[in-house]
């Protein structure tokens, strides 16, 4: 099995923290990119780069800023709005000289990388979706809302635990303790991890995001890949189907028990519906 590597890169004034899997026998394909959602990491991911990898995919999952072990600047030096996240994404796979890439999205803050598609769209090859707001209406849960609040944010984006009631609340299922202990360690570790976390949630721009990902995907033609945890606490999954049958190339694959993050605990079921997806030749 390749190994994954980590890694850190200076992009522009910031300092990204990266995952990466390079393959022993590449194919000539585009890399695939991984974008997690809130309040998780790349290491979500863990689980799934090398199977890939060991197809022939050079895959990358990166810590956004402000997460993990990425910088975490302060809001006067990034803005920490979906359209800077857009731009620094850009930097990035500059930074790496990536021309293109298949991306791979999840939850709040993965919808980044729909706007990136939109916005870059020779940049993008194939896109999969996993439980990410693309519906009008989609928006934070409460626990997050009171996170945006003033004052009352401060003090909640500064409980670690908080971080593990959120991964399991959105999951619907126990994440083991080892993996828990990952994803809170830059809360026990930095007060930044807090403040960015308030931060990123305050400047998601999720109506006028939503809005720009409808009237761009109405006339998208790309492939692109759904694979939606129905068990979603958090967005609905009434709709979904409408939207996929929308597409002129899109597929839907439901996981019936997952809830938010499927990852955490489907991660052979979405590999076996990724893999095919990736390697498909007919575009």
Same mark, same amino acid.
């Given at each position: 099995? %390749?190994?994954?590597?980590?890694?850190?890169?200076?992009?522009?004034? $910031?300092?990204? $923290?990266?995952?990466e899997s390079l393959p022993d026998a590449p194919i000539d394909r585009t890399p695939i990119l991984f974008l997690h959602g809130l309040p998780s990491r790349?290491?979500?991911?863990?689980?799934?780069?090398?199977?890939?990898?060991?197809?022939?995919?050079?895959t990358i999952a990166p810590d956004w800023l402000g997460f993990g072990q990425s910088e975490m600047p302060e809001r006067y030096r990034?803005?920490?709005?979906?359209?800077?996240?857009?731009?620094?994404?850009?930097?990035f796979l500059d930074t790496l000289e990536i021309d293109r890439v298949s991306l791979v999205v999840q939850g709040f803050l993965g919808h980044v990388?729909?706007?990136l598609a939109l916005r !870059?769209?020779?940049?993008?090859?194939? +896109?999969?979706?996993?439980?990410?707001?693309?519906? %009008?209406?989609s928006k934070l849960p409460f626990k997050m809302q009171q996170m945006t609040w003033p004052l009352v944010g401060d003090m909640l984006t500064q409980d670690p635990l908080a971080i593990d009631?959120?991964?399991?609340?959105?999951?619907g299922f126990t994440i083991p303790d080892e993996d828990l202990d990952v994803y809170r360690r830059p809360w026990l570790r930095t007060s930044s991890a807090g403040r960015s976390m308030m931060y990123a949630?305050?400047?998601?721009?999720?109506?006028?995001? +939503?809005g720009e990902i409808t009237a761009g995907f109405a006339g998208w033609s790309l492939p692109v890949l759904v694979v939606w945890g129905m068990n979603d606490p958090w967005l609905e999954s009434e709709g979904v189907r409408e939207f996929v049958t929308a597409l002129k190339d899109a597929n839907l694959v439901?996981? %019936?028990?997952?809830? !938010?993050? %499927?990852?955490? !605990?489907w991660t052979q079921e979405i590999n076996e519906s990724l893999l095919p997806f990736f390697r498909r030749s007919d575009i």
């Open positions: 099995m %390749p190994t994954v590597d980590e890694k850190l890169v200076k992009v522009g004034e $910031f300092e990204w $923290f990266y995952r790349s290491y979500t991911w863990s689980g799934m780069l090398a199977n890939y990898t060991e197809a022939g995919f050079r990034f803005n920490y709005s979906a359209d800077a996240y857009v731009d620094a994404l850009i930097q990388g729909l706007l !870059h769209r020779d940049r993008v090859d194939r +896109i999969a979706i996993l439980n990410a707001p693309i519906l %009008p209406g009631r959120l991964l399991e609340d959105g999951s949630l305050r400047g998601l721009q999720l109506t006028e995001a +939503i439901e996981l %019936p028990e997952a809830g !938010h993050f %499927p990852q955490e !605990h």
